[in-house]
T-cell receptor, first 112, second 113 residues
Framework: EDQVTQSPEALRLQEGESSSLNCSYT??????LFWYRQDPGKGPEFLFT???AGEEKEKERLKATLTKKESFLHITAPKPEDSATYLC?????????????FGQGTTLQVKP | SQTIHQWPATLVQPVGSPLSLECTVE??????LYWYRQAAGRGLQLLFY??????ISSEVPQNLSASRPQDRQFILSSKKLLLSDSGFYLC????????????FGPGTRLTVL
């Protein structure tokens, strides 16, 4: 059964204190791994899609990496506006349904 | 650019009442459309997906149903709401034949009392 586990559940950082969020996955044939940011009461906002082990993508202070078993979302010198819940999802083969399997998310709080 | 709308934004309904949530997408044609539910403290769960008008697939058996009367319109319905239907309902779209990335709408907060 496809499964996604995110850790930690919650993370508190001081502004400027870099850290990483983990997403471990089990999927029968990875079609894609997705990172989203979700603010309270809002829909998830797309951040990155990763397709194969070794792939990396960056956006401002965020960098996502992918291995065969997990993905990391690295946050460099975070700011208070980076506070949000970060969701990881995977899509396995066959991909005709487009079904995403989501983790529970990591809630990040960045204090000034 | 593409935009996805959902309404209403919030809804409070009594148990046993009907439900209709609407989702529309602008700026694209023939999108794949999805309905997810996010319960408090839980991850997103796929409820329905559609690859075309009138084509609906259900992922989870329940008292909800979905319809796609137009290419860019997706509706989530129920004849009689249960307490357990409370949650945050999200509509998403992905391009047909393109990347598998799904883009989410702003969501509808449903409270069943």
């Amino acid at each position: 059964e496809d499964q996604v586990t995110q850790s930690p559940e919650a993370l508190r950082l001081q502004e400027g204190e870099s850290s990483s969020l983990n997403c471990s996955y089990t999927v029968s044939g990875l079609r894609g791994l997705f990172w989203y940011r979700q603010d309270p009461g809002k829909g998830p906002e797309f951040l990155f899609t990763l397709y194969s082990a070794g792939e990396e993508k960056e956006k401002e202070r965020l960098k996502a990496t992918l291995t065969k078993k997990e993905s990391f979302l690295h946050i460099t010198a975070p700011k208070p506006e980076d506070s949000a819940t970060y969701l990881c999802a995977v899509q396995g083969e066959p991909g005709n349904t487009g079904k995403l399997i989501f983790g529970q998310g990591t809630t990040l709080q960045v204090k000034p | 650019s593409q935009t996805i709308h959902q309404w209403p934004a919030t809804l409070v309904q009594p148990v046993g009442s009907p439900l209709s949530l609407e989702c529309t997408v602008e700026g694209t044609s023939n999108p794949n459309l999805y309905w997810y539910r996010q319960a408090a403290g839980r991850g997103l769960q796929l409820l329905f997906y559609s690859v075309g008008i009138g084509q609906i697939s259900s992922e989870v058996p329940q008292n909800l149903s979905a319809s796609r009367p137009q290419d860019r319109q997706f509706i989530l319905s129920s004849k009689k709401l249960l307490l357990s239907d409370s949650g945050f309902y999200l509509c998403a779209w992905s391009p047909r034949g393109g990347t598998d990335t799904q883009y989410f709408g702003p969501g509808t907060r449903l409270t069943v009392l």
